[in-house]
């Protein structure tokens, strides 16, 4: 386990529809990362936020936002769905900058 | 642009033989290293990593990983491979010096490894 939790685990939603997925970071971690599983894909890098600002920008659709809130966890919002959304997105967590990164278990979204 | 190659999709290997899988990274100035590991319906989890100092690196599970400059290279290594090391291996890469990039990791495309009995 390590540490960083998210939350739903799974998530099954129709095109055009908006969902938001939630990520806490371990206990005193201030960085927080998103990154996209797909198939065809590969693991991408999607947005970085340290200690509530963002801090770097991946391959992040325009129609994806998120969020560092005050306590540190981050929201992930992806609205007007597609197909290929459908994905494993990870949130991760590094106590500053530089060092590791260290995985959630993933929410798997399904659009259909 | 930093970038990770993982050239063999699968590896196959016995259990209790050495195994290898293979990787090269091309980054802008120094780099991290790092090598990940999924399980099915897991997230990643952490093996190890290399950020200076001695080029042969230990991690988790006996794992270990040999960082070849010259070569640009970071191959991860078993000396004996077990049956629950199965499972999708991931190295990532990241410049040392943080830019306009922050502190993303760039992923190689995986390598499922196979340790059958």
């Known amino acids: 386990d390590s540490g960083v939790t998210q939350t739903p685990k799974h998530l099954i939603t129709a095109t055009g529809q908006r969902v938001t997925l939630r990520c806490s970071p371990r206990?005193?971690?201030?960085?927080v990362y998103w990154y996209q599983q797909s198939l065809d894909q590969g693991l991408q890098f999607l947005i970085q936020?340290?200690?509530?600002?963002?801090?770097a920008k991946g391959n992040i659709l325009e129609r994806f936002s998120a969020q560092q809130f005050p306590d540190l966890h981050s929201e992930l919002n992806l609205s007007s769905l597609e197909l290929g959304d459908s994905a494993l997105y990870f949130c991760?967590?590094?106590?500053?900058?530089?060092?590791?990164?260290?995985f959630g278990p993933g929410t798997r979204l399904l659009v259909l | 642009a930093q970038s990770v190659a993982q050239p063999e999709d699968q590896v196959n290997v016995a259990e209790g033989n050495p195994l290898t899988v293979k990787c090269t990274y091309s980054?802008?100035?120094?780099?991290?290293l790092f090598w990940y590991v999924q399980y099915p319906n897991r997230g990643l989890q952490f093996l190890l990593k290399?950020?200076?100092?001695?080029?042969l690196v230990k991690g988790s599970y006996g794992f270990e990983a040999e960082f070849n400059k010259s070569q640009t290279s970071f191959h991860l290594k078993k000396p004996s491979a077990l049956v629950s090391d199965s499972a999708l291996y991931f190295c990532?890469?990241?410049?040392?010096?943080?830019?306009?990039?922050?502190?993303?990791?760039?992923f190689g495309g995986g390598t499922r490894l196979m340790v059958k009995p």
């Open positions: 991760a967590s590094s106590a500053t900058q530089g060092e590791t990164q260290y």
């Open positions: 206990s005193g971690d201030l960085s």
């Open positions: 936020y340290y200690n509530g600002e963002e801090r």
């Open positions: 980054v802008s100035g120094n780099p991290y």
């Open positions: 290399y950020i200076t100092g001695d080029n």
């Open positions: 990532a890469v990241r410049p040392v010096e943080l830019n306009n990039a922050g502190n993303m990791l760039t």
